[in-house]
């Protein structure tokens, strides 16, 4: 009996201690949100996208890892999806608005009024309750300025060019348009998710090589940043099982 009550006392206490290193986990991206700020700071691009990179890492496999340690359940107390939208408005937003600010991408009054686009919009978009759709895609531009930004360090555009993909994209954020979610979304996943991998060691080859690397590593960024922009706004036919097809 007593062995039974002492195996009763403690499993509730180790799911609560692997819950909380899960939410430990996704705080984590803000460290990495930290990082990337100081490195922005001192002008190290590279090392500031290689931090937003591992701020990335953080935001997609901690989702995972809360469902299965079933967060929601255990420790209901911490939101996780809150706390997710803390960092993600660091990692995903402040720190690549402050890149466009001050990296000399624009004059610098155009670099602070695109950068306090950036920051409204998006603010708005992470307190809207509909940002995600029923079938899991986002719905409208879902903020993911650190991407954005990126190519604008990759691909040499003009100033102006730049300041009017940030509007394209802040008005797009308000839009009943829909793009991927890269692992929640059924239609294609297992091409979708190939394609987030192959772009992820794009992305880290470019980042090894200064943001300077050859022209076919920026050719394929650019592919699959063009799948992933244009998935969800081609029609797909319906089966009678209503799977999409």
């Not at 604008?152 to 348009?177: K, Q, R």
Request: with cysteine; hydrophobic share 60%.
């Amino acid at each position: 009996m007593a062995v039974t009550t002492k195996t009763l006392g403690e499993r509730p206490t180790r799911r609560h201690a692997l819950a909380f290193a899960v939410h430990l986990f996704t705080a984590s991206g803000a460290v990495c949100g930290l990082m990337a700020l100081m490195a922005a700071v001192e002008g190290n691009w590279a090392l500031m996208f290689a931090w937003l990179g591992a701020a990335l890492f953080v935001d997609g496999i901690d989702g995972t890892m809360a469902r299965r340690a079933r967060v929601v359940e255990v420790l209901p107390r911490w939101s996780g999806e809150t706390l997710d939208l803390v960092v993600d408005y660091l990692t995903y937003v402040l720190v690549p608005a402050f890149a466009v600010a001050t990296s000399g991408l624009m004059p610098f009054w155009m670099g602070v009024a695109a950068s306090a686009a950036i920051l409204l919009t998006s603010a708005l978009y992470f307190a809207d309750t509909t940002m995600k759709t029923d079938d899991l895609y986002f719905q409208g531009f879902p903020a993911v300025w650190n991407l954005v930004v990126f190519y604008f360090f990759l691909v040499p555009l003009n100033a102006w060019v730049i300041a009017g993909i940030i509007a394209l994209l802040s008005v797009a954020t308000f839009l009943p348009i829909k793009f991927v979610h890269p692992f929640r979304v059924v239609r294609l996943r297992l091409l979708t998710i190939g394609l987030l991998a192959l772009w992820a060691v794009l992305a880290v080859v470019a980042v090894i090589d200064g943001l300077h690397p050859p022209g076919w590593i920026v050719l394929g960024l650019c592919a699959c940043a063009l799948y992933f922009l244009l998935f969800g706004l081609i029609p797909w036919r319906r089966l009678r099982t209503g799977r999409e097809a």
